[in-house]
Every structure is written in C-alpha cells, then in structure tokens.
C-alpha cells in the first residue's frame, strides 16, 4: 500500500469554459466553487497540505492560490 505521503492531490481548474464561462468563480453560498474545493481538501486530516496542488492559468485563480497559501502550478 502506498503512503499517503507519496500521493499527490491536484485540482485542475478554468475560467474560460465554453458552457458555463467562470463557473468555478461564480458565487455560491457565500462563496465561489474553486474555493469550496480548497477548503474541503485545506480541513481534511487525510491529504498533507504540502501533497495538495492546484493546476490553474487564469490571473483570479492564482490568486485565490495566493490567498490560502496553497501549492499551484501554471498550466498551459
């Protein structure tokens, strides 16, 4: 069995989607999808923080990444 140290978690995220342009920024109960997600992986007891990363491009993305001092990468 791998330990979960070995693991990687990413959530890959956009803003430029065809069918629902800013979906992951539109507001929702109080806040916006993108950052719903980072919460529920930020408050897990299971995934390291420092296995955790974000796959983003977009300038509000990066950001949001920026706020809660989480990993990310620029995507192409």
Same mark, same amino acid.
């Given at each position: 069995?791998?330990? =979960? $140290?070995?693991?990687?978690? =990413?959530? &890959?995220?956009?803003? &430029? !989607?065809?069918? %629902? /342009? $800013? ?11 993108? +950052?719903?997600? #980072? $919460?529920?992986?930020?408050?897990? !007891?299971?995934? /390291?923080?420092?296995?955790? @990363? *974000?796959? %983003?491009?977009?300038? +509000? *993305? #990066? &950001?949001?990444?920026?706020? @809660?001092? %989480? $990993? @990310?990468?620029?995507?192409?």
């Amino acid at each position: 069995m791998k330990n =979960i $140290n070995d693991i990687c978690f =990413i959530i &890959q995220a956009r803003t &430029q !989607s065809t069918r %629902v /342009p $800013n979906k992951m920024l539109k507001k929702f109960a109080d806040s916006n999808l993108f +950052e719903i997600a #980072i $919460n529920k992986i930020l408050k897990s !007891s299971f995934i /390291p923080k420092n296995s955790f @990363y *974000l796959s %983003v491009m977009d300038d +509000e *993305l #990066i &950001q949001i990444a920026k706020k @809660y001092n %989480v $990993n @990310y990468f620029i995507r192409s």
